[in-house]
């Protein structure tokens, strides 16, 4: 069975840019949630969406929005990029979103901004 | 809101030797705690998982123990071999409405052969 897919890979920009990045959850996961890593540190929260809706958003400002589609893949969009949105940006998936319910990683898409 | 620290944020260990890596959350409504482990250019993947009502769980070299009133939880690895050797993150989630975890900052473990 496929795992969580995310692409691109990897992604350069230049500041000011808008960004989209994609995301196909594991067959018959409902939930997607968004998270970014910063080089040396832990994943942080961004968003979780399930059954279309948003669920939960973190820290972050109104630059990054996402949404996600009837198939349950998701789209994570990030406006107006900054240098320090340089990172890892993973994309995560689970059965239902519960907050106890064992959350399943992509490899990431590598963001670049210069 | 959450917080969750993690120490060390380097180990290194000979082959056969245990890992032990220690964790502390702010949040006593945090009720689910996750071990994910992270190999270079991959995402985190989750080896072991604990919930508030179980104080310690084992899978086979692996053993997570969580001590509620201290909020801490702790990552026992035994008999450590290279392919060990990877970033580990221990997190926290509780029962908010929506599924967001709380990661620490992660240890990077090193097994010398």
């Known amino acids: 069975d496929a795992g969580v897919t995310q692409s691109p890979t990897h992604l350069i920009k230049t500041r000011g840019q808008h960004v989209t990045l994609r995301c196909s959850p594991i067959?018959?996961?409902?939930?997607v949630s968004w998270y970014q890593q910063v080089l040396g540190q832990g994943p942080q929260f961004i968003f979780q969406?399930?059954?279309?809706?948003?669920?939960g958003r973190g820290n972050f400002p109104d630059r990054f929005s996402a949404r996600q589609f009837p198939n349950y893949s998701s789209e994570l969009n990030v406006n107006a990029l900054l240098l320090g949105d340089s990172a890892l940006y993973l994309c995560?998936?689970?059965?239902?979103?519960?907050?106890?319910?064992?959350?399943?990683f992509g490899s990431g898409t590598q963001l670049s901004v210069l | 809101g959450e917080n969750v620290e993690q120490h060390p944020s380097t180990l290194s260990v000979q082959e056969g030797d245990s890992a032990v890596i220690k964790c502390t959350y702010s949040?006593?409504?945090?009720?689910?705690f996750p071990w994910y482990k992270q190999e270079l250019g991959k995402g985190p993947q989750l080896i072991i998982d604990?919930?508030?009502?179980?104080g310690e769980k084992k899978d086979q070299r692996i053993a997570v123990t969580l001590n509620k009133t201290a909020k801490h939880f702790s990552l026992h690895i035994t008999e450590t071999q290279p392919e060990d050797s990877a970033v580990y993150f221990c997190?926290?989630?509780?029962?908010?409405?929506?599924?967001?975890?709380?990661f620490g900052i992660g240890t990077k473990l090193q097994v010398i052969p």
């Open positions: 604990i919930r508030s009502n179980v």
């Open positions: 995560a998936s689970s059965f239902t979103g519960a907050f106890n319910e064992k959350l399943f």
């Open positions: 997190a926290a989630s509780n029962s908010g409405g929506y599924q967001k975890v709380t």
């Open positions: 067959s018959g996961h409902k939930s």
């Open positions: 969406y399930y059954e279309k809706e948003e669920r």
């Open positions: 949040d006593s409504a945090s009720n689910y």
